[in-house]
Structures are given as structure tokens and as C-alpha cells.
């Protein structure tokens, strides 16, 4: 199994400043996606980060607004730029594993004031 | 665009009862995931379904798939208040991904 981790785990914030989360696996991974959750909902994937090549963004998700590294196969940033209160939300990062699993870090919540 | 659907959204149950919570998918997949989630946590893996008719069972849950009827159960036997969580079912497509449903709010009432 892969163990995730997230940093931070939560961060209060305000209106119009920029948030980076780190996910570092312990086994390295082509393959890293990042997730939302917003307060009550489901999850929606917001982009596929692949080692080496530009991360791929699903409908309603855009570089600007959430850039993505992915310097090694271990680790990858997701940074949640211009916040407003609606980027509020919990943010997690998955890695798919041996055995056809998923699994997922602990989790971000992120607060916008 | 694949599409989850799970209901109900919202459960609550008698210790001792059982329920079925339902996912229906909108396209065709090979792979159907159950996560419980408990308040202010991450996701907990339950059950990974591979093909079709598969059946897991893990204490008191059972998670059956039928690729036919792009449908997966979550049988819940003879519930527990510690089961209360919420459970979302996701369908995987070919890159991996996961579209989740909207997720099953269940609570446990002794």
C-alpha cells in the first residue's frame, strides 16, 4: 500500500492571497491526481499530475487558478491561487497503488476569510 | 461524461436493520471503489470490485458490482452505530480516475 502525506493539514486564509499543499507518497507513482471536496459535497478531480509533463486539468479547473508541479515521482504541489471564500474546501491528493487500489492522503482543509 | 448517481443521499437506520445503498454508473467500467468517510478524515477504502459479479464482503458490509446493469450495491447487515459515516461509491475509467457519486450519508441511531 502507498502512504500519502499533506502539508499542511488545514490553513486558514484570506481572500486573495495563494495557498500551496505538498503530497509526498512513500513509493514513488507515475500517476498523482488532486481532488476537492467542498463542504458537504463529493469529490471532483481537479487535475492528473504526471511526472515530466504538464498537469492535465478537467473541465471547470484552470492553470491559473490551481498550478501543479510534479518535480519527482514522489511528490507534487498543488497551489490554490487568488483565493476567495469559495475555494474553501478540503483538498486531497490520491495515487493509484498496486492491486488496482486508490488511495488518498489525509487531506487538506482549507478556510478562506 | 461518466456519471455516478448513488442513493439515497441521506440514511438513517435502527441498530440491527439492514440497507442497501445504491450506485448506478452511466458508462462502461471495470472497476468500482467504495470509500466510508468519516467527519473531518480522509477516505477509507472498503472495497475495489474488478468485474463483473463480483461479491466483498467485510464484516457487516457486503459490496456486490454488475457491469451489466452498470449498478454496485452496499449492503449493510445488521447495522452498528459505528458504521455511521458517509460511504461514496467511484467509478475508475481508462486513466485512472475517479468520478465519485454523491455520496451516502448514513447514520446508525441506536
Known amino acids: 500500500s502507498a502512504v500519502i502525506s499533506q502539508k499542511p493539514s488545514r490553513d486558514i486564509c484570506q481572500r486573495g492571497t495563494s495557498l500551496t499543499i505538498q503530497c509526498q507518497v512513500d513509493?514513488?507513482?507515475?500517476?498523482m491526481f488532486w481532488y476537492r471536496q467542498q463542504p458537504g459535497q463529493s469529490l471532483t478531480l481537479i487535475a492528473t499530475?504526471?511526472?515530466?509533463?504538464?498537469?492535465?486539468?478537467e473541465s471547470g479547473f484552470v492553470i491559473d487558478k490551481f498550478p501543479i508541479s510534479r518535480p519527482n515521482l514522489t511528490f507534487s504541489t498543488l497551489t490554490v491561487s487568488n483565493m476567495s471564500p469559495e475555494d474553501s474546501s478540503i483538498y486531497l491528493c490520491?495515487?493509484?497503488?498496486?492491486?488496482?487500489?486508490?488511495?488518498f492522503g489525509p487531506g487538506t482543509r482549507l478556510t478562506v476569510t | 461524461e461518466l456519471k455516478v448517481e448513488q442513493n439515497p443521499l441521506f440514511l438513517s437506520m435502527q441498530e440491527g436493520k439492514n440497507y442497501t445503498i445504491y450506485c448506478n454508473y452511466s458508462?462502461?467500467?471495470?472497476?468500482l471503489y467504495w470509500y466510508r468517510q468519516d467527519p473531518g478524515k480522509s477516505l477509507e477504502s472498503l472495497f475495489v470490485?474488478?468485474?463483473?459479479?463480483a461479491v466483498k464482503q467485510e464484516g457487516r458490509l457486503m459490496a456486490s458490482l454488475d457491469t451489466k446493469a452498470r449498478l454496485s450495491t452496499l449492503h449493510i447487515t445488521a447495522a452498528v452505530h459505528d458504521l455511521s459515516a458517509t460511504y461514496f461509491c467511484?467509478?475508475?475509467?481508462?486513466?485512472?480516475?475517479?468520478?465519485f457519486g454523491g455520496g451516502t450519508r448514513l447514520m446508525v441511531k441506536p
Open positions: 499530475a504526471n511526472q515530466g509533463s504538464e498537469a492535465t486539468y
Open positions: 467511484a467509478v475508475e475509467d481508462a486513466g485512472n480516475m475517479l468520478t
Open positions: 490520491s495515487v493509484p497503488g498496486g492491486g488496482y487500489e486508490q488511495y
Open positions: 458508462t462502461t467500467s471495470d472497476r
Open positions: 513509493s514513488q507513482v507515475t500517476m
Open positions: 470490485l474488478l468485474s463483473n459479479g
